[in-house]
């Protein structure tokens, strides 16, 4: 098992679907989080969770609605998305907030595009 | 606030050369600085880490990186690039305390043979 394991790879869907990304951590690391990275762009972070409560939410439009069931789960649950939230979506785990050296566990991605 | 410029959005270096990637950051307490790359298709994979112990940082694939205070920058440099080095290389600050990182845009490295 990898670390940290994204699906679905790619996506493809229309403005009007609803879908969903899921990422899950295989390394006992109590924060997740789900960064957002266009081209030509810094990655920006968009959501963090700390032992299943959300303790970042940065300034993300509710179209992206976060779901994290438990500290190895984590799931990014999209509708009504625009062209423009086109992007790959990357989801990492860190130990834990407290005391963080800040060392991020990346999944590979889930590389949306919106019709 | 804390902030990350890469200067530099592409390098290109020949084969054997050395590879030098500029970063500088902008933090208000101590930071945390990271390299990371990322390979076509892949997600991002942690090369090096300063913590505020030494300040020359060794990482894999013989790549290293200083942190001066002064001159705020975190430079990650390799003697002798390989054709596998090629790929987007992204410097990051972690305000001590904290857990928001912040990324830079990336640089990516060409690598000629």
């Known amino acids: 098992e990898t670390g940290v394991t994204q699906t679905p790879r790619h996506l493809v869907m229309g403005m009007t679907n609803k879908k969903s990304l899921k990422c899950e951590q295989h390394?006992?690391?109590?924060?997740m989080y789900w960064y957002k990275q266009s081209a030509k762009k810094p990655l920006e972070l968009m959501f963090v969770?700390?032992?299943?409560?959300?303790?970042e939410n940065n300034s993300v439009p509710s179209r992206f609605s976060p779901e994290c069931p438990n500290s190895s789960h984590l799931f990014l649950h999209l509708h009504t998305l625009q062209p423009e939230d086109s992007a790959l979506y990357l989801c990492?785990?860190?130990?834990?907030?407290?005391?963080?050296?800040?060392?991020?566990?990346f999944g590979e991605g889930s590389r949306l595009t919106v019709l | 606030a804390q902030s990350v410029t890469q200067l530099g959005s592409h390098v290109s270096v020949s084969e054997g050369a050395l590879v030098l990637l500029r970063c500088n950051y902008s933090?208000?307490?101590?930071?945390?600085l990271f390299w990371y790359v990322q390979y076509p298709n892949q997600g991002l994979q942690l090369l090096l880490k300063?913590?505020?112990?030494?300040?020359l940082v060794k990482g894999i694939n013989g790549f290293e990186a200083e942190f001066k205070k002064s001159e705020t920058s975190f430079h990650l440099t390799k003697p002798s690039a390989h054709m596998s080095d090629a790929a987007e290389y992204f410097c990051?600050?972690?305000?001590?305390?904290?857990?928001?990182?912040?990324f830079g845009a990336g640089t990516r490295l060409f690598v000629k043979a």
């Open positions: 990492a785990s860190s130990l834990g907030l407290a005391g963080n050296t800040g060392e991020l566990f």
């Open positions: 390394l006992g690391h109590n924060a």
């Open positions: 969770y700390s032992l299943e409560e959300r303790v």
């Open positions: 933090s208000s307490v101590p930071p945390y």
């Open positions: 300063y913590t505020s112990a030494a300040t």
């Open positions: 990051a600050v972690l305000n001590t305390g904290g857990f928001k990182t912040i």
